[in-house]
């Protein structure tokens, strides 16, 4: 168990929806679902899931904090904003399943190796290092993130996709030595290590 | 007539040599038709995309959009920003929206961007290129420089995710929304009934899902030719990537034979404006549009 986790716990004893409130993005609007699940039956992932939204709230409020942050429903979230503009009390549901998985993932009880948990790491390393997205760079740290062998067979399998994209000049494979960025990369480092130490202080993450 | 003038971000994927990469090509002709001048927002960052979350959080994700906000702000005053990408305008709106009602998070985004020598006041509108057309050009004025009406095409308008939802466009349905489909008419072509036309293309799940994903895409390019289009056009660049990239892959895997064109709405207008299909950036498709390179080309 992660320092962060056994200080989490220690602090909120058994009441996890108010370790939600307190910590999660959006997680004082848990307590408003009235369990209608219309948010279950609109998710394109629905089949997919562990634990639909609506289960995950009911979860929360029953103290089942293991099972919820472990769970892998919240990294199925495809951003697609269907739960949100169909939830009948406008609980911001896509907003509090990327709060849980953030929590979830600060605290290292999110799933090991689970790919979006994976991905969502890379993008963001990818993007804070220059201030803008290397799209090769963060392909190939995707196809490489199991090892180099699995990954020579990732980059095989989508070699056409890959050259057909760079014949449209859709990719540009100069982009490995460099590529896209801005400006002042050194400032928006600073900057985002500030906000992450801001928010970490007022979470109680710090 | 004056131009109107635009703080314009173009996100990562509009660079050159990144998967949308034609997409601003083919704005260009669009723009200069209806007097649209876009002004880049300078050195602009990434808006953390759909999945910045899972290791950026909150306070992060919404810093690195306030200082495309505070850059607009303070080097294009008084111009709305505007994206032709719908991940970059929702994140910048929300976080507008965000730190607009929460004076707490400004003050603490203030105390972040100061590292990087800005603050952020907060007046900029983030406004999505479909918005921009729809409300400040208008239906007709979009068809006014039409000379080569998209005749005989028949068309599945697919809004998908993020255009549609949570913001959307005013006065239209999540469930149905008929903008795309006006556009559609506008430049002269057929609107098909579609009814996967808000349908999720996995996001950016196709990376890290593909499974998952392509089964989504595959109902996506299926509907389209159920319904009798010769073509599927959208507004947004991740689902033109996934719905046109993973076609193959599907084919290859299902014994499919998906091979259904997939553009933007502003390749349409650059062709139904009088654009090349170079000047439509119709040489970035990787399933060729040959139905709309033949008007271009006419």
Known sequence: MSDLNTQAVARYKNNFLKEVEERVEDGHWVKMCMQCGVCAGSCPLGPHWEHSPQKIFM?????????????????????????????????PITHIMHGLANYAHRLDLAPKGQPTREIAKLFWDNLVKTGRVNELKFSLAMYFKDGFGQGVKNAMAMQG????????????????????????????????AKAREIEDRRRGLA | MAKKQYAFYPGCSSQKGASASNFPTSMEVMCQKLDI???????????????GYGEGGELPRL????????LAEKELPG???????????????????RLHEHSSLLAETNEALKEAGLNLKNTVRARHMTEVLI???????????????????????????????????????????????????????????????????????????PEKSQKQIRDIVESAYDNGANMIVTPCQLCQANVEIY????????????????????????????????????????????????????
């Not at chain 2, 650059?270 to 390179?293: C, F, H, N, P, T």
């Open chain 2, 135 to 209: 409300e400040d050009i208008g239906f007709e004025g979009m068809k006014a420089p039409v000379v080569k009406p998209l005749e005989g095409l028949k068309i599945a308008g697919y809004v998908g995710c993020q255009t549609n939802r949570p913001f959307g466009i005013a006065g239209e349905s999540f469930e149905n929304p008929l903008y795309l489909d006006k556009m559609i008419e506008t430049v002269g072509a057929e609107a098909v009934k579609y009814e996967q036309k808000v349908t999720c293309c996995g996001g950016a799940l196709a990376f890290s899902e």
């Open chain 2, 247 to 298: 076609q193959s892959e599907i084919n290859k895997k299902h014994g499919t034979k998906l091979n259904m064109p997939v553009v933007y709405y502003t390749q349409l207008m650059s062709v139904a404006y009088g654009g090349s299909a170079k000047q439509a950036g119709l040489d970035g498709q990787l399933i060729r549009a040959e139905k709309l390179e033949g008007i271009a080309n006419k």
């Open chain 2, 37 to 51: 001048q876009l002004n880049e927002i300078p050195d602009w960052n990434c808006c953390g995309a759909s999945i």
């Open chain 2, 79 to 97: 111009q709305d920003m505007v994206s032709g990408c719908p991940a970059c305008w929702l994140a910048t709106r929300e976080t507008a929206e």
């Open chain 1, 161 to 192: 996709i890959g050259l057909g994209l760079v014949k449209a000049k859709r990719l540009n494979p100069m982009e490995i030595i460099g590529g896209h960025k801005c400006k002042d990369s050194s400032g928006i480092k600073k900057m985002v």
């Open chain 2, 63 to 70: 810093v690195i959009n306030a200082r495309n906000l505070a």
């Open chain 1, 59 to 91: 979860m929360i409020r029953a103290g089942k904090r293991e099972e919820v942050l472990s769970s892998d429903s919240m990294w199925m979230c495809t951003s697609c904003y269907n739960c949100i503009v169909r939830c009948p009390r406008k609980l």
